[in-house]
């Protein structure tokens, strides 16, 4: 008997995670050379820095002054989500012509399951680190070095170490490779190129700061509560979290476990959900097409609202005046809202008509090419969805829906 969805095993995760990258993307596309001191800010705030920068002391988080203080040499480039997912465009690209299914986790990381490219390129390689350099240092989120460790299939290991390599030979820029179950901790053991054994995933996961979680508000209330690591959230009972935290730390929950392999009554949705808008005249700039993306996430936000879902997973496809079919998924550990989804179909669109995969001066290959027309069609597909109504009942069985205690009392 074939399992439900929620029942199902593993799934081994290969996770590319390209570090800086919003310090890559402004090297990329607007020539800041990534080898010098640069920290990348989002209100007043350093969310990104090169390796150098790092060296003289500047984290995440830092306030701009504070930043320049300890580095006075440091460029400053403001933070731009459309830049990032346009230079990010062509590692993905690249990942594509190696295995299929690769979803785009944010700029910057994506996520394929491992199992398909593992048995097609079989094979041992030599172990060690999974990633382009010797020796990767810490993003500054707190995720240092470390051994690679794991035994790992050769399968797994093999591409992952032919991925590396393509998107360096490709696209000019470095990469780690995580292997675990799930996507979550496949992302958190590229932080140190690591192969999480399988069924290992919730000791390696035990031991990690709330702060992985990547919820602040969230982490700031578990900490108040004495709950400071994914090993102590995973042990508190299901039910409690839900009724005494809500939805998404729910969601949370159960990443901090490792059972993001086992979804949240995730299933195919029926036709009926995706929303397609035709254009008499085609989308041939990036502000026409932003201005569009923003009407059909609404559409399709309201959509799921009367539905009483939530997305998790989205699809985006386009067609060109050419005949050209272009498609890309996106996908999140929470929930999409409808801005969330205009964000990431501004962010596709402008990686497709931008067409920005070559280093200011020439250097680095074109790939893949500018579509040769305008979108003439483009459909969201919501390609995994949560129900929300009945969430207790559903997904956490008598337990949650009788539940009156409160955590931290």
Known sequence: MTPRPDEAG????????????????????????????????????VIACSETARAEGVRRGLRK????????????????PGRDARAFEPVVATVEELAAGVEVVRPGACALAARGPARYFGGKRPGGRLDGRPGAESDGEGHGDGDAGGAGSGGEEAVAELIVERIAESCGVESQIGLADGVFAAGLAARTGRVVPPGDTPAFLADLPVAALGRPSLTDLLRRLGVRTLGDFAALPAGDVLARFGFDAALA??????????PLAVRRPPPDLAVTETYDDPLDRVDAAAFAARALAERLGDILAGHGLACTRLGIEAVTGHGQELHRVWRHDGLLTAAAIADRVRWQLDGWLSGTNRRPGGAGPVTPPRPTAGIIRLRLVPEGVLARAGLQAGLWGTAARNATGHIGR
């Open 10 to 45: 593993p799934v081994r995760t290969l996770f590319v995670w390209c570090p800086d990258w919003p310090v890559v993307a402004a090297d990329i596309v607007d020539g800041v050379s990534a080898a010098g001191p640069v920290a990348v800010l989002h209100a007043n705030r």
């Open 65 to 80: 002054r504070e930043a320049q203080s300890r580095c006075p040499e440091l460029t400053v480039v403001d933070h731009d």
């Open 253 to 262: 929950h159960r990443l901090a476990a490792g059972r993001d392999h086992r």
